[in-house]
């Protein structure tokens, strides 16, 4: 190891520890509403970063990764309603293999299609899921959607414990962390490699041999997984799932997530859902107080969308790069 | 086919009409979202919002002049030039890019548009008054001629669109610029403008569309939506870029919606029809079916 990337290790790792130790810190400090606002970001941080593997690393940008989250979401209320007493590893398990499907399904045709025209296709796949959930009123409430009790943290039958807002903070840091850390190791390794090499020339990663095709099919995979997962922990956050969830709407935030806190860079989609989260807080605070302050009682309920949406907008003409796009090279080392 | 047998070959022919009439509404909004995208490789994510701005102008314009035609005209300038500032604001400072931005750019703008809408017009649906309220009968239905009105028009306008294209100076100057542009530069065409310009007129159809249509629905901030993905199926289905085929498509997927609800109602799952309401995903099946077999599209005549 070279003197300068173990200085690169060094500062790395410091920073991660610094940073996962105040995550773990927040939650007895930080008042109730906050402490589920923090585990909320992180839930979105997981599910931006698993759509950065095919927008950042694998240069295909999915406009479908509200099925995924949904069908995760989905997955685990049906675990969650169907098996008594709840358990937290078979809802997991549920809505990782229902996501899993969706994403085989959406990566076996999608694939087909490169550029504008993969994400146009995703986006009009993610939305048959949406009609599937919202029309099929027996299976899965339709319109109004599911409601369901939080699972236990532990090995049913042996040990649980029920989960307090601080526990289920910790559990889902404890996820996304590691989701992280295999998705950041997944990019560096040979098969990341091949990705990123789809990314900057596919037609020479193909002429060189590689299978395009199926490592294709195997990147969207690998993030609807990982989207599924999200959805999975937005299920024990919130015990609701509702079609809302599945609309592209969500899949749409997702790439404002990406856009603005940095592609290909795994924890930029995190930063970007943390920054988006809270302008949305301050905003839906900032206009009622601003009407009555001038007097222009409509001004109340000014939509927060157009203001981030004028953001984003100048974000992608200006700084395309997002927030931590400056960081990028050394983020991936 | 023995189970559909009995199916009275006068509601075929109701649907047949109804399928046609949406079919020439689809292929108005996505004509112009293939002008768009043929010429500028842009997805304009927007388009739907910009359908819905055109309902809601006509509908505000109606009030105050109390004409659909006046209503008709005036919101699809307004919603060009809307276009036209749009694409010289936000588009052409990504023109060179990668064509994705344009997918970022465009949906911001449709998020903006979307909530303004919302916000200014509020959440309860407007309603447009149909110009003509004249029926007449088809079988044992009556049909509004309005209906068929709409179609015409539809038809009228993506007609001028074509003689646009094929004869008129400016004309010459898209086409030229569709299929060079570097060229098109040289040849001292003002490619940026031609593109402002094309974007203006792809905003203004879809405002037309959405005053023309207005009647039959309401008009609320959301309905562009479930239009602009229907457009883009039909985009995709037609071959990308390609005005002809899209147009096709929309017609093909609009008679097979309507011909679907008839059928589904005669298919027996446990003793109990299916729902009409199964029939939207009609249109995502001949997507995946196009994808399968034909990716570039149903009515592209030699694929890439």
Redesign the interface.
Known sequence: MSPSSKRHATIYWTGFGIIIALLIVAPLVLPEFWRRFLTEILIWGLLAMSSDILIGYTGM?S?GHSAFFGLGLYGAAAALLMVKPPNLWLAILYGLALSAGAALFVAY??T??R???F???T???S??FY?AIF?LTEITGGENGLNFSRPQLGIPGVYTIPFTSESLHWFVLAVVTASYLILRRITQSPFGMVLQSIRENEARTRAIGYPVARYKIVAVMLSGLFAGLAGVLYAFQNRFAAPDFVLFLIS?EV??FN?LGGIGTLVGPILGAAFFLTMREFLSRLFPYLASYLNIPHLA???Y??P???V??LM??FL?QGLLGFARRWLNR | MGMFADIPWDIIAIQTVNGIVTGMILALVASGLTLIFGIMDVVNFAHGELFMLGAYIGAVVLVTSGSFWVALVVSTLTVALMGAALQVTTLRPLLGRDPLTTILATFGISLVLQNYALWHFGPVPRKIQEPITGQFELFYLVYPWYRVLIAVLSAAIIGGLYLFLKYGRYGVWIRATTQDRFMAQAMGIPVPWVHTGVFAIGAGMAAASGVLFGPLIGINHAMGLDWVLKAFIVVVVGGMGNLGGSIAASILVSLLEAYAVILVGYIYVGGQPLSPALAVVVPFIVLIVTLLFRPTGLFVPTPK
Do not use: H
Request: hydrophobic letters at 70%.
């Open positions: 940008v406009f045709f999608a087909r299609l550029d504008i025209y994400a146009i296709s986006l009009i796949f939305q048959i009609v029309t749409g790439v404002i856009v309920e000014f939509p969308l157009i981030l949406g004028v984003f907008i992608v003409i395309p």
